[in-house]
T-cell receptor, first 113, second 114 residues
Framework: GENVEQHPSTLSVQEGDSAVIKCTYSDSASNYFPWYKQELGKRPQLIIDIRSNVGEKKDQRIAVTLNKTAKHFSLHITETQPEDSAVYFCAAKDQGGSEKLVFGKGTKLTVNP | NAGVMQNPRHLVRRRGQEARLRCSPMKGHSHVYWYRQLPEEGLKFMVYLQKENIIDESGMPKERFSAEFPKEGPSILRIQQVVRGDSAAYFC????????????FGPGTRLTVL
């Protein structure tokens, strides 16, 4: 089955700087990669996703890139703000016939004012 | 348009009791997923259901855990004879039939086993 590795586990940046979180996956057949943001005690919220037929997708200050050959994808947040502080999870859709998502272990992002 | 609903939000049980967690998907969504999240960890898939069908239960423990999504009413995750190790946040997600990839999560049920 699919396996997703996520790095770093913690990331601290100054307000206005950029933040990058990286994930690798094991199943070359995986074709859907969402990113979720989870604030303390809250639900995971889908913030951006990418399918394997594109290499990059942007939504305002957030972008995701996908390298299918290397089997890795990254989340880029520019001009970070304190409200970006949260735990971010990457995921990949398992190709074993189910629609289940396999998640990374998360990155705790802290944006310092 | 209401999002995914889960209740109760917090549930306290003593060892050996039963826990019932409920999930109502977003309107128009026919796929339901249950995930478990331990403190400081990611989400682990448990089970994927459509109405009256269990599609994938590969993440469910073999004993004490069961799930259903009846024709009418919410999806239910049932844990019998709870143990302390069952303490976790249980999240339900739903997705629409035409875009099953996009899963939207409910607020979760935080189960504490004393």
């Amino acid at each position: 089955g699919e396996n997703v590795e996520q790095h770093p586990s913690t990331l601290s940046v100054q307000e206005g700087d950029s933040a990058v979180i990286k994930c690798t996956y094991s199943d070359s057949a995986s074709n859907y990669f969402p990113w979720y943001k989870q604030e303390l005690g809250k639900r995971p919220q889908l913030i951006i996703d990418i399918r394997s037929n594109v290499g990059e997708k942007k939504d305002q200050r957030i972008a995701v890139t996908l390298n299918k050959t290397a089997k890795h994808f990254s989340l880029h947040i520019t001009e970070t703000q304190p409200e970006d502080s949260a735990v971010y999870f990457c995921a990949a859709k398992d190709q074993g016939g189910s629609e289940k998502l396999v998640f990374g272990k998360g990155t705790k992002l802290t944006v310092n004012p | 348009n209401a999002g995914v609903m889960q209740n109760p939000r917090h549930l306290v049980r003593r060892r050996g009791q039963e826990a019932r967690l409920r999930c109502s998907p977003m309107k128009g969504h026919s796929h339901v997923y249950w995930y478990r999240q331990l403190p400081e960890e990611g989400l682990k898939f448990m089970v994927y259901l459509q109405k009256e069908n269990i599609i994938d239960e590969s993440g469910m423990p073999k004993e004490r855990f069961s799930a259903e999504f009846p024709k009418e009413g919410p999806s239910i995750l049932r844990i019998q004879q709870v143990v302390r190790g069952d303490s976790a946040a249980y999240f339900c997600a739903s997705s629409p039939l035409v875009q099953p990839n996009e899963q939207f999560f409910g607020p979760g049920t935080r189960l504490t086993v004393l």
